[in-house]
């Protein structure tokens, strides 16, 4: 691909927006190297493959000769992100900000070239900020112009409550494209009203405002929510290729042209080309994940990977083959019937109702060989039902 082939795959491919495309073009094309940013908050250990969507637009930028400026939010991480919540985010240590940020940047250069990337932590600047420079960066944004992102007026209109400290992240993060220098951000669209909120600052503070590309979110496994590791529906870069592939399989079939578009290494023609088959039904829903689930795992591992894990799914799931001894238990049930989380407990196959919970969110439970994603899911006397978390565990429990 030629040169400009490459600037046109990088703000069009699996972009959501550019806000000034025509500037973000010369910007590209020019001669000085720019300084694209992007931020992230270190509030769990492990990037899953929704982040890799954003990590190579910025790898693309690096092949142009563009250099990678990354911001770790040590931080506003323990301040907390209302991007896309409807409430507020826990706030964590300093020591477990610092031990998440270390897991991040090692699986973070599995896609972005250290060599070529600028790393920041925000503590650089605001360690040294005081009460005076607080006041004048809030002096720079009004409660209005605040309150009219979409989660704050959301949250407000519910009752549900708005910390100030809330308000102060989207200035934390705009003032770090000032500490930075960015000419251009990267981010998800749940990111479009910090990222704005950036190019504002930087001209308050003299500096040409930054240039915008949201990427489009990838949808998590339980085909609900955009895929987050706090929330139980993510694939890890780093997660074993078997695990890979069995989360992949276990995605609602109306995911397939969202994960099509954005995990894949295809080009628009093999996408289009896949989606098309998929409507028309030349291909069943079940080999189209097989599908995504190989291009996937041969991403993060190898194709032989791939082809082991799949071999292994197919004689340990579809094939209907028992991996491990199953025992047999009876469970007496109130009037009401059991829940699933429940049912697991009483199975021995969770230690609580919150774990069971979480092993239903995350995709690891199958009862009678069938991905369960309803956690209210209800069951009554006189049924039997074989229920398996995971690879290794197993029970055939009798409901009396």
């Known amino acids: 691909m030629d040169r400009a082939g490459a600037i046109d795959d990088l703000l069009t491919r699996r972009v959501a927006q550019v806000v000034e495309s025509d500037a973000l073009r010369a910007l590209v094309a020019g001669d000085r190297p720019l300084r694209v940013k992007l931020g992230f908050d270190p509030t769990s250990p492990d990037l899953h493959i929704g982040h890799g969507v954003v990590l190579e637009r910025l790898r693309a930028f690096q092949d142009l000769g563009h250099t990678a400026v990354l911001v770790v939010g040590d931080t506003t991480a323990q301040i907390g992100d209302p991007s896309e919540r409807n409430s507020t985010r826990p706030i964590l240590s300093a020591d477990e900000v610092r031990a ?23 503590s650089e600047w605001f360690d040294t900020f005081g009460l005076r420079e607080i006041f004048a960066l809030m002096s720079r944004f009004t409660l209005a112009r605040m309150i009219e992102r ?17 308000t102060l992240y989207p200035l934390l993060q705009a003032y770090d494209s000032v ?31 930054q240039q915008i590309l949201t990427c489009e979110l990838l949808v998590g496994i339980d085909g609900v929510a955009k895929m987050s590791k706090s929330l139980g529906n993510a694939i890890g870069l780093t997660d074993p290729p078997y695990e890979q592939y069995a989360r992949t399989m276990s995605i609602p079939d109306a995911l397939l042209p969202n994960w099509a578009r954005l995990v894949t ?19 069943h829903p079940k080999a189209a994940k097989q599908r995504l689930a190989r291009e996937i795992v041969s991403r993060w591992h190898s194709e032989a990977a791939a082809a082991e894990a799949e071999a292994r799914w197919e004689q340990e799931v579809s094939g209907g083959q028992v991996v491990s001894e199953i025992e047999e238990t009876t469970v007496t049930l109130p009037l009401a019937g059991i829940s699933l989380p429940d049912l697991l407990v009483a199975a021995g196959l969770a ?33 039997d039902h074989e229920v398996r978390v995971g690879k290794r565990q197993a029970a055939r429990v009798r409901l009396t």
């Open 150 to 166: 979409d989660t704050f007026a959301k949250r407000l209109a519910e009752g549900a409550p708005v910390s100030m400290h809330e």
């Open 179 to 209: 500490a930075v220098q960015a000419d251009v951000e990267l981010g998800g669209t749940d990111q479009t009203f910090n990222l704005l909120v950036g190019r504002d600052v930087q001209r308050d503070f003299g500096q040409p405002p």
């Open 100 to 122: 998440n940020a270390e897991t991040y940047l090692a699986q973070f250069h599995r896609v972005v070239d250290a060599a070529r990337t600028e790393v920041r932590w925000q």
């Open 351 to 383: 230690s609580s109702r919150s774990v069971g919970r979480r092993l239903v969110r995350q995709g690891g439970v199958r009862v009678d060989g069938e991905v369960q994603t309803d956690e209210l899911r209800m069951f009554a006397a006189g049924t």
């Open 265 to 283: 290494r295809w080009n628009d023609a093999e996408t289009e080309a896949f989606l098309a088959d998929l409507a028309a039904d030349r291909i």
